[in-house]
């Protein structure tokens, strides 16, 4: 049995590359992480245990806490995306054993607590199950690649195929923006719209993020603008790939062209990229609730009917430090917790 912390480029890639192909293996790789190290969102570190059944391989951000709270401290978090252990042949046994040896590991970091985002392609074993507090974050849609576009718009509604007959008249995808240009295009309407959302400060990206992950491998991603036929950009994308998925990451659309239908002319375009390519699943992600209510799930429930249960998990393994350090939080902020790690926002 071998259990260790790998942070090391060489290292980390040998081990992404020895596990087979996934949905979602994208958020996983160590130039995905790169991007949110740039971000200024923890130090990407990995968990790896390797028995002779098999091998159990967890990326994840590692932060320290403020040092106006508590000194010497830290706490993990997945990625933006998803995450999770990734188990490769190991048994129940094998993994019991790997939640004993990796809580051990994270008390010798001075680790007091973890937030996980597990990925929804991937089972959540029992005895992780039996390990987090598990709760349900949201639905999210996936469309189904395995056959022609024409079967992609079969799937469709009836008001989503009739939106992307509309928007075929009036758009286009544009190709031939250099980087630069492209990046600026879609930050200018990615930030509209979060201004217009109201959205938390989590969710304004900076430079050094866009400018990190369009630096990803050209297989790993893609940045798909829509414009008018004047070439007015209404709608962009930023997409993650691996070798069998594509992953709705970041996306944004101007309102004042709602009526051309830009966001459903540029899903759909792309998972007919995305078919050209091979790909077998296009990940669109859910709403920003769990409420089936939500207008976004259900904007994206008109393209599939396959439907996914988003899990989050939370553990706390130091619970006294935990509690003084939230203490010491609401003291300074005069607030009340809404989310696991939320002494990181002062």
Not at 51 to 69: A, H, Q, R, S
Not at 156 to 168: D, L, S
Not at 209 to 226: G, H, M, Q, R
Not at 236 to 256: E, M, N, P, Q, R
Request: net charge neutral; charged share 25%.
């Amino acid at each position: 049995m071998i259990i260790k912390l790998v942070s090391k480029e060489n290292e980390w890639n040998r081990i992404y590359e020895s596990m087979p192909e996934f949905i979602g293996k994208i958020y996983y790789s160590f130039n995905y992480f790169g991007a949110l190290r740039a971000n200024n969102e923890g130090t990407p570190s990995a968990v790896y245990f390797k028995t002779e059944n098999g091998f159990i391989f967890y990326p994840f951000l590692i932060k320290d806490v403020p040092n106006l709270l508590a000194q010497g401290y830290a706490d993990i978090e997945s990625p933006y995306g998803y995450g999770g252990p990734v188990i490769i042949g190991c048994d129940y046994k094998d993994i019991r054993q790997y939640i004993q040896e990796y809580f051990n590991l994270m008390r010798e970091q001075r680790v007091i607590a973890e937030f996980v985002r597990f990925s929804p392609f991937l089972p959540i074993n029992e005895a992780l199950k039996e390990t987090y507090e598990l709760s349900l974050n949201r639905k999210t849609v996936c469309i189904e690649l395995n056959d022609s576009f024409a079967e992609v718009i079969k799937g469709c509604t009836g008001a989503r195929k009739r939106n992307y007959k509309r928007a075929c008249r009036d758009l286009y995808l544009e190709t031939n923006y250099e980087i630069n240009q492209a990046k600026n295009i879609f930050k200018n309407l990615y930030t509209k719209n979060m201004n217009r959302l109201e959205a938390d400060n989590y969710y304004y990206f900076s430079d050094n993020y866009f400018d990190k992950l369009l630096e990803l491998p050209a297989e790993n991603i893609s940045l798909n603008i829509v414009c008018t036929y004047d070439r007015t950009p209404v709608a962009a994308g930023i997409f993650l790939k691996d070798s069998v998925s594509v992953h709705y990451h970041l996306g944004a659309s101007d309102l004042t062209y709602k009526e051309m239908q830009p966001a459903s002319f540029l899903i759909l375009n792309t998972a007919k990229e995305a078919i050209g390519e091979g790909k077998k699943a296009f990940h669109l992600g859910g709403g920003v609730s769990k409420d089936c209510d939500d207008k976004l799930f259900r904007f994206k429930r008109g393209f599939s009917e396959q439907v996914l249960n988003f899990y989050i998990g939370k553990k706390i393994y130091d619970i006294d430090k935990y509690n003084l350090i939230s203490k010491n939080w609401q003291k300074i902020t005069g607030k009340i917790p809404e989310i696991h790690l939320h002494y990181h926002y002062l």
